[in-house]
Nanobody, 129 residues
């Protein structure tokens, strides 16, 4: 059974940083991708970044608002079965619940929530002004 668990959320002031972790269990090899998503109250869920765990290739969404390019970095530690989202220069509009999702057969640029099969419960990130 594949399981994902996010951690690392919390309350931070604008301009601060947080590192989210997504710990994955249940896959038999590293041939899968993990995406990070967020959803704020009253807003649609948006994809942020995705990484292929075996190949290490990463992709960042252009559509996220506020933009995450240059502020967020996705990475993985295969020995720990963990994918990270380092978030710097956080803004109040980054406040949301952040989720990771994973699946095999996902291309590292796939940030469509619905095509993933496995999801975490999310972790709350609140950025104060």
């Amino acid at each position: 059974e594949v399981k994902l668990m996010e951690s690392g959320g919390g309350l931070v002031q604008a301009g601060g940083s947080l590192r989210l972790s997504c710990t994955i269990s249940g896959f038999t090899d590293d041939d899968y991708a993990v995406g990070w998503f967020r959803q704020a109250p009253g807003k649609e869920r948006e994809g942020l970044a995705c990484i292929h765990v075996d190949k290490g290739r990463a992709f960042y969404a252009d559509s996220a608002k506020p933009s995450v390019k240059g502020r967020f970095t996705i990475s993985r530690d295969n020995a720990k079965n963990t994918v990270y989202l380092q978030m710097n220069d956080l803004k109040p509009d980054d406040t949301a619940r952040y989720y990771c999702a994973a699946d095999q057969g996902i291309f590292y640029t796939d940030l469509d929530w619905d095509i993933y099969d496995y999801y975490g419960q999310g972790t709350q990130v609140t950025v104060s002004s």
